[in-house]
């Protein structure tokens, strides 16, 4: 059974940096190379949206233009891990964050979160002004 877990969330100020990860069970690292990988992230009272993603062919990237230029996404297929890492937080990136995945998303998929049969259950991410 594939299950997602993220990791690395937590407190920061504006203008700080966090790093998460999304660690990936249930599947051998060859497999998991097949896997397109999203970060979503939900604040209160708004509904879920995509942040990042990275696919499983040539590891193309796609990011939400909010976080253009501060956020980063990469994958460790060894380790099954996916991470985001997060530079000059505001306070309007505080919401939970998920990581999602299914196998051979595609590019043009990579954002939408009906195309991504595994959730993790999320970490939430505090930015203080």
């Known amino acids: 059974q594939v299950q997602l877990v993220e990791s690395g969330g937590g407190l920061v100020q504006a203008g700080g940096s966090l790093r998460l990860s999304c660690a990936a069970s249930?599947?051998?690292?060859?497999?998991?190379?097949?896997?397109?990988i999203g970060w979503f992230r939900q604040a209160p009272g708004k509904e879920r949206e995509f942040v990042a993603a990275?696919?499983?062919?040539?590891?193309?990237?796609n990011y939400a233009d909010s976080v253009k230029g501060r956020f980063t996404i990469s994958r460790d297929n060894a380790k099954n891990t996916v991470y985001l890492q997060m530079n000059s937080l505001k306070p309007e990136d505080t919401a939970v964050y998920y990581c999602?995945?299914?196998?051979?998303?595609?590019?043009?998929?990579?954002?939408?979160?009906?195309?991504?049969?595994?959730w993790g259950q999320g970490t939430q991410v505090t930015v203080s002004s």
């Open positions: 249930g599947l051998t690292p060859l497999t998991f190379s097949t896997y397109t």
């Open positions: 999602a995945g299914d196998r051979f998303t595609t590019t043009q998929a990579m954002g939408v979160m009906t195309s991504h049969a595994y």
């Open positions: 990275i696919v499983w062919r040539q590891d193309s990237t």
